[in-house]
């Protein structure tokens, strides 16, 4: 740096106090949407390429310490959730309703002859995302008779699981036919299920 | 099929709240199967932050940044089953929106030459009266109005807070090169705000 490349310290402190405290979201033109969805329409005669999934990058997923994590972040998630529900529902002086509606991983887990690749595992699959759907609605629609305490942990929760869920989507896309991933990831859906049921009956009890 | 169709197109506040970078996994596996509905929830919550970056980026012409943000969800629309959960969505959205810029500018000539050389000797042209804008707007003007090469290191830099290294992988330049640019940046906003 020159004498004249030199900059006053406090001024430039100044600029990037300034520079930081710029708003970082702008609203875009309303009609901006509009135009992606036409140029993503007009090419959907192409299907979605599921090649794009493939990663070169090594299956961090097989590292035992990951599967650990996952399964204590799981089930910790869950059981907190759980005990905070278990304590409202006791300090109401109520009873736990038993779980009962239909699950949709149910030949999954209680049979070995599951979905053998990500392709089978999809139609599962949009069980789950259809049972998580219509017990989010019900849930959100009844929040107002959850505390807070309980909403905040279920948030934590399902962020924990839908890590879960996501980490072992994107493993399986790289590994369609890895059947422990299919568990896994059938699992955690499972536990995503649960969770919204039992806050969901939390709240009516 | 009517009705999963329609239940898939409810929203989901609980989840997608969850975070403030990261659309719910659900949300995110929806889109990656081909649910526009779902890819409009990830819109939803990121182009307000996508848009300011383009904006920045092509110095406030807001039909050009418009053009690149739709480019950039279209790019991510069609990449979206490469997101990994390693980084933000919203850092995996502003590279594709730089890489977008990148490319697009390799395509036009006119910009091509304007990107990254260090030979730009452009200067900020006169801002509008001081009196007529607060001290927000000057800056947006100045930075505007820098060259594209020190615009674009200082905006990734400055505002969107990445280190000299990671721009530097992502525009492919040497790491000084963009130092260079953030300095030469510094210098031409604080001769243009002092004016």
Redesign the interface.
Request: net charge negative.
């Given at each position: 740096?020159t004498e004249d490349?030199s900059?006053?310290e406090a001024?430039?402190r100044e600029?990037?106090e300034?520079?930081?405290?710029?708003?970082?979201?702008?609203?875009?033109?309303s009609g901006?949407?509009a135009?992606?969805?036409s140029?993503?329409?007009a090419?959907r005669n192409a299907p979605?390429?599921?090649e794009?999934?493939a990663?070169p990058?090594p299956a961090?997923w097989q590292r035992p310490i990951f599967l650990a994590a996952a399964a204590v972040a799981l089930v910790a998630g869950s059981s907190v959730v759980t005990a905070v529900a278990m304590r409202e529902i006791a300090n109401r002086g109520n009873t736990v309703v038993a779980a009962s509606p239909e699950r949709p991983s149910e030949t999954l887990t209680q049979s070995s002859s599951g979905p053998a690749s990500l392709a089978q595992f999809?139609v599962v699959?949009?069980d789950y995302?259809?049972a998580?759907?219509?017990l989010?609605?019900t849930?959100?629609s009844e929040?107002g008779s959850l505390s807070p305490e309980t909403?905040a942990k279920?948030?934590e929760s399902?962020?924990i699981?839908?890590?879960a869920?996501?980490?072992a989507?994107?493993a399986l896309?790289a590994d369609p036919a890895n059947r422990t991933l299919i568990e896994m990831l059938a699992n955690s859906y499972e536990q995503k299920v649960d969770l919204l049921k039992r806050t969901t009956e939390m709240g009516r009890g | 099929m009517a009705t999963q169709s329609a239940v898939r197109k409810a929203t989901i506040p609980l989840q997608a709240n969850s975070s403030a970078n990261q659309p719910a996994a659900d949300v995110i596996i929806r889109a990656q199967n081909g649910d526009l509905d779902a890819f409009k929830l990830i819109y939803n919550e990121h182009s307000g932050k996508v848009y300011a970056l383009c904006l920045r980026l092509m110095g406030g012409d807001q039909p050009a940044a418009t053009e690149l943000m739709q480019d950039t969800f279209i790019r991510a629309w069609k990449n979206l089953g490469r997101f990994r959960r390693e980084s933000a969505f919203s850092s995996w959205l502003h590279r594709l929106t730089v890489n977008a810029m990148l490319e697009n500018a390799r395509g036009d000539r006119r910009r091509e030459a304007r990107v990254l050389p260090m030979d730009d000797t452009g200067q900020i042209g006169a801002l509008a009266p001081a009196d007529s804008l607060d001290a927000r707007m000057d800056l947006e003007t100045a930075i505007a109005k820098l060259p594209a090469g020190a615009r674009t290191a200082f905006v990734l830099h400055d505002i969107e807070g990445y280190q000299h290294q990671e721009i530097a992988e992502q525009l492919g330049v040497a790491v000084g090169t963009v130092k260079a640019q953030v300095h030469r940046a510094h210098k031409l906003l604080i001769k243009a705000l002092d004016r």
């Open positions: 740096m490349d900059i006053d001024r430039l600029l990037s300034q520079a930081a405290a710029l708003p970082r979201s702008i609203d875009p033109p901006a949407w135009g992606i969805r140029a993503i329409e090419d979605f390429d599921r794009q999934v990663t990058h961090f999809t699959e949009s995302l259809r998580v759907n219509d989010s609605a849930l959100e929040r909403i279920l948030r399902l962020r699981i839908d890590t869920i996501l980490e989507r994107n896309a | -």
